[in-house]
């Protein structure tokens, strides 16, 4: 899930690699609050400055919910199998008969 995506905004910006370190998430956390009070504002021109592991660049409120979007599409095949994954554990994990050697 850290290793990031990539995004092509379609325009002169390019392709970037968007990052999805624990580090990342924070700064997410910081442009997806101002985002979605520039929507709440009706607000969808104003520019905000992010930094994607291809460099710096300039998105609106709209652009990064699609960011957003895509970084779902993206992550949510992950989380799916994680989730199967979880499933075939057995509930008493602890129990020593699932982990002596024959």
């Not at 624990?22 to 992010?50: C, N, Q, R």
Request: aromatic fraction near 10%; proline fraction near 5%.
């Amino acid at each position: 899930l850290s290793l990031g995506f990539v995004y092509a905004f379609g325009d002169a910006r390019g392709v970037h690699h968007i990052g999805t370190s624990p580090a990342d998430m924070i700064g997410w956390g910081e442009v997806s609050t101002y985002a979605g009070a520039l929507l709440d504002s009706g607000d969808i021109e104003t520019k905000i400055a992010i930094v994607t592991d291809t460099g710096p660049c300039h998105v609106t409120a709209p652009e990064w919910r699609a960011i957003e979007i895509a970084a779902a599409v993206f992550r949510q095949p992950i989380w799916a199998r994680s989730f199967l994954l979880s499933l075939s554990l057995p509930t008493d994990y602890s129990s020593d008969a699932h982990w002596k050697s024959a």
